[in-house]
């Protein structure tokens, strides 16, 4: 049984289709393996030792203690902290955090990316550590991202929108030849 002959522009479009679709996979890959680690690596480490710091504190004065230096801290840190005290319901103690989704603070406590909103009205992607409180509250601290951050994430997902593009047109291409 032989196999149907396959016209050649059929197959220069399906190797043109599959350039694309490479050079973007390898683009998109380069971008993220080699910039996306170096950028987030001093947000996860400043936003851990917020965390290890809080909780220490927490430890030693309690909960009145960790409210007055997440006050404390608000005052005299930089635009990019955001940070809240929560009790089980959900209500914010301290801080200027409004509480993230549900799903977050249920998850596994330690470094996440997460949208979230700030008291002032502000929005954005912030990495973030979710500390369970005794009584069943939480701790959520973390720092915003900044510009630079933020445009590289911008990138990642532009490529990613033209690698799903790229693919549709081939198969469009395809399926016109």
């Given at each position: ?6 016209p050649?522009?059929?197959r220069i ?8 679709l ?16 170096d950028r987030?690596s001093?947000?996860r ?10 909780g ?7 909960q009145?203690?960790?409210?007055a ?8 840190d ?6 809240g ?10 801080g200027d955090?409004?509480?993230?989704e ?7 406590s330690?470094?996440?990316?997460s ?12 990495g973030?550590?979710?500390?369970p409180?005794?009584g069943?509250g ?22 990613m ?5 790229s ?6 291409c395809?399926?016109?030849l």
């Amino acid at each position: 049984m032989r196999l149907p002959a396959v016209p050649t522009t059929f197959r220069i479009a399906a190797l043109a289709m599959a350039l694309v679709l490479c050079s973007n996979l390898a683009l998109l890959g380069f971008i993220h393996l080699r910039t996306h680690n170096d950028r987030l690596s001093p947000l996860r480490r400043q936003a851990m030792a917020d965390s290890r710091a809080l909780g220490d504190i927490y430890r030693s004065g309690g909960q009145a203690g960790l409210a007055a230096a997440v006050r404390d801290m608000l005052a005299a840190d930089s635009a990019e902290l955001a940070i809240g005290l929560f009790d089980r319901s959900g209500q914010r103690r301290a801080g200027d955090l409004i509480m993230p989704e549900r799903s977050m603070i249920d998850r596994d406590s330690g470094f996440q990316i997460s949208l979230v909103q700030l008291v002032d009205g502000r929005r954005g992607e912030a990495g973030l550590v979710v500390s369970p409180l005794a009584g069943g509250g939480w701790l959520v601290n973390g720092r915003l991202f900044n510009e630079p951050l933020t445009l590289q994430r911008t990138v990642e997902r532009a490529l990613m929108i033209s690698l799903c593009l790229s693919v549709l047109f081939g198969l469009m291409c395809a399926v016109i030849l």
